[in-house]
């Protein structure tokens, strides 16, 4: 699927800040993948990933993880490991409210990602979260079921399919 966010954002004019949602500017782009979309999975967990190690274990065709980290930069949620882990599950992409780990390698992974930053520790590990729940950070409420668009210019969210 090609598209770009401007053009979604001319074309859906009409319901911008409605049913069509613009992402504040706050994520650095990582990834092999500088384009992405999908219907929206969320998990809302603070500095313990391995709710997304679950998620990414399931098939992810068609879709795109939104963690909602809690905007912790104080270790990472998604390193190389898990992002091979989503390739290999067919998942398009994660948008990270927080910070991911192993930049480098995960750069050279067909995945789209989002997050705030980087930091090289890694989370704790005790399964605590929820899935599957509305989550809100930039300016934005991600609900399961929705879509996400991303590319070079910025990120947006719908209720429904836009192409």
């Not at 001319?10 to 069509?20: I, N, R, T, Y």
């Not at 939104?66 to 949620?77: E, M, T, W």
Request: aromatic letters at 8%.
């Amino acid at each position: 699927m090609t598209f770009k966010t401007p053009d979604l954002c001319d074309e859906f004019e009409a319901e911008l800040g409605q049913s069509v949602r613009i992402v504040a500017p706050m994520f650095q782009q990582y990834g092999g993948r500088r384009c992405f979309s999908g219907q929206i999975v969320t998990l809302k967990i603070f500095e313990d990933n391995s709710l997304v190690r679950e998620a990414f274990a399931e098939d992810g065709k068609g879709k795109v993880l939104v963690v909602d980290g809690g905007g912790s930069l104080r270790c990472a949620l998604v390193g190389d490991q898990l992002a091979i882990l989503a390739q290999s599950k067919g998942w398009e992409g994660v948008v990270v409210y927080g910070c991911i780990r192993d930049s480098a390698d995960i750069n050279g992974i067909d995945i789209g990602v989002r997050a705030l930053n980087t930091h090289p520790q890694k989370s704790i590990k005790k399964g605590v979260g929820d899935k599957n729940i509305a989550v809100t950070f930039g300016g934005v409420t991600f609900k399961p079921g929705e879509y996400l668009y991303a590319d070079e210019d910025g990120i947006l969210v719908s209720s429904k399919a836009l192409c």
